[in-house]
């Protein structure tokens, strides 16, 4: 489904990734763990096409197209979904609105027909059920007055009626208190599928007790420098990532 | 130019009008003081940012008293006089400078206008539209007074194509409100001068919502007086323009007594070669204790080549105030672009999600007209 080699990213003059390589396929969940400043967010950047990322080498292949052709909005369409770090609060937009204008633009991008006001409605109730999160977030302003719970919980839910192909979770667990954290990897866990990729990326190990992943891989310095099943987690839990200096 | 222009357009109005005395005479007092004072000009505070050059492009003024300017839809029975018939005693007086000295031409050559009587304890709803009936520019005066708490619901629409220079002059009386809701969708040829006072007694309370699109030059200069403890001025406004349009907002609030409390959000865009100049201030007197004051002004550049100037001002003159300002000058949030991008919905669609989110701020709901009329 994905596969990224030797890719080569930064913003300005800064190097961030340095020749990384990383192959996901259908129904496999990644966690990306690393130190701080190792560029696991900046991959998450790259992968959603941020602008102001700029990719100087290396190739992303996703369901065989080359991702680096396709604008932020496409790439979506495509099916990569980004949930963000730190979301954010778009004032006067309700999230109704906004989530009913985005399904609706990546099913006229793939050509399917638009999804109409009650369908619509059906299907964000029976969501928002499964997430757990209260009705009137629906009707609030985009991330306008959610906590930071809800605002991770709320890109869950976008996901849910996104229903993306690969979801690439950056820090999604950062803020989170234990029962928030339970929620979330719930809503991720009810989502995972044979066809359906995600990419952790988390600094503890806590969250993977909740979202069990097939493979662990420590980045840093902008490679991948190791590799694992859910054992190398808890190994980091205990060693931190002093090795990597030796 | 522009003054031989405005010289014998009113002698030849004054020569041609058969009207009372007290309004000859208003008219030729206004008439004198507008030669005093001449023309703003770029040092002139609020016309510093206004492209005054097109104020010679105007065309003619109409020399003539007119009664179809206005049109006046009220269900409710109210007292509506032509200002040709007025009694001298209904003129209500305004403040004049060389800022305001379009409110002198104004009286000296009057061509149409009216004013209304809200009666007191009553509730009224009141639509007024404002058409161009000629090729020349016209000089409209409006009139409103709204007794002792009595209630004022207040549309007010411009035609698109309007040369006006309209002063308008609203006197809320005690417990009194008036809600005013403004639209002027104006097209690249018009020409906007608004000069508006609203005198505020003891209680009264005015919310108004501006909607300010386009305009070839439109200037406005709105003064608020508050007269009387506890008034409250709630104002939000929107103001786009696109082209090489030009709008030029300037609001005065002055607290001249305590207790008063006003509220200012503007949102302002600006795109291709357009211009925005936006000012607010306030001035608290002194003695004026338990004033509160708020004003928020943000503005978006759609282009490089758009201007906007932005200020919010305080002159406080007491100790007892509470009051905020605020102005910002920028582009649409990057972020916020990528964030909605980030979930399918098309660069052009996102830029217009985040400006009407914008304009909604001030509870500006009507985009749509500025969005079809520019590129992103």
Sequence with gaps: MLKISNLHAGIGDKQILKGLNLEVKPGEVHAIMGPNGAGKSTLGNVLAGMENIDVTDGEILFNQKNLM?????????????????????????????????????????RGEPEMNSSDFL?????????????????????NVGFSGGEKKRNEIFQMSILEPKLAVLDETDSGLDIDALKIVAD????????????VVITHYQRLLDYIVPDFVHVLADGKIVRTGDKSLALELEKTGYSWLEA | MLLNLIDTAFQKLTKSL????????????????FQKTGLPNRKSELWKYTNVRKLEQLPELQTQFHSNFYEITCESEIEVYNLKDLNSKHWQEIQSDTNRVFAEINTAMLNDGFHIVIPANTKVKLKIDYHQTSKNWQNIRSQIVVEENAS???????????????????????????????????????????????????????????????????????????????????????????????????????HLVGNSKSEIIKRSIASDK???????????????????????????????????????????????????????????????????????????????ILIKSFLQEANIFEAEDFLDGIEL
């Excluded at chain 2, 008219?27 to 003081?33: I, L, Y």
């Excluded at chain 2, 000012?279 to 004003?295: C, H, L, M, P, Y």
């Excluded at chain 2, 282009?303 to 932005?310: F, G, L």
Aim: proline residues 2%.
């Design chain 2, 152 to 254: 004022l619901e207040l549309q007010e629409n411009y035609a698109t194509n309007c040369l006006m220079n309209h002063v308008a002059v609203l006197h809320v009386g005690i417990n009194a409100t008036v809600n005013i809701n403004s639209k002027k969708h104006l097209a690249e040829n018009s020409a906007l001068l608004h000069y508006s006072v609203i005198n505020c007694q003891e209680n009264a309370e005015v919310k108004q919502s501006y909607v300010n699109h386009n305009g070839g030059l439109s200037h406005f200069i709105q003064d608020v007086n508050f007269n009387g403890e506890y008034g409250r001025f709630y104002s939000a406004s929107a103001n786009m323009t696109s082209d090489s349009c030009e709008i030029n907002e300037n609001l005065l609030v002055n």
């Design chain 1, 122 to 142: 059906k299907l964000v109730k029976s969501k928002i059920k499964q997430m757990n999160m209260r009705d009137d977030l629906l009707r609030r302003p985009v």
């Design chain 2, 18 to 33: 058969s009207e009372s005395d007290w309004l000859q005479e208003k008219r030729q007092k206004a008439f004198e003081n």
């Design chain 2, 274 to 352: 357009s211009q925005v100049s936006v000012n607010a201030k306030a001035i608290v007197a002194k003695g004026a204790d338990g004033s509160e004051i708020s004003q928020s002004l943000k503005n978006i550049l759609l282009s490089d080549t758009a201007n906007i100037y932005s200020r919010p001002e305080l002159e406080i003159n007491t100790d007892d105030v509470i009051a905020a300002h605020g102005s910002t000058v920028g582009q649409l949030n990057e972020v916020s672009l990528n964030y909605l991008r980030s979930r399918g919905i098309p660069k052009i669609e996102a830029q217009k």
């Design chain 1, 69 to 109: 052709d396709f604008e932020i909005e496409e790439r979506a369409a495509e099916g990569v979904f980004l949930a963000f770090q730190y979301p954010v609060e778009i004032p006067g937009v309700n999230n109704m609105y906004f989530l009913r204008a985005a399904l609706n633009a990546q099913r006229k991008y």
């Design chain 1, 187 to 198: 809503g991720v866990n009810q989502l995972r599928s044979p066809d359906r990729a995600f």
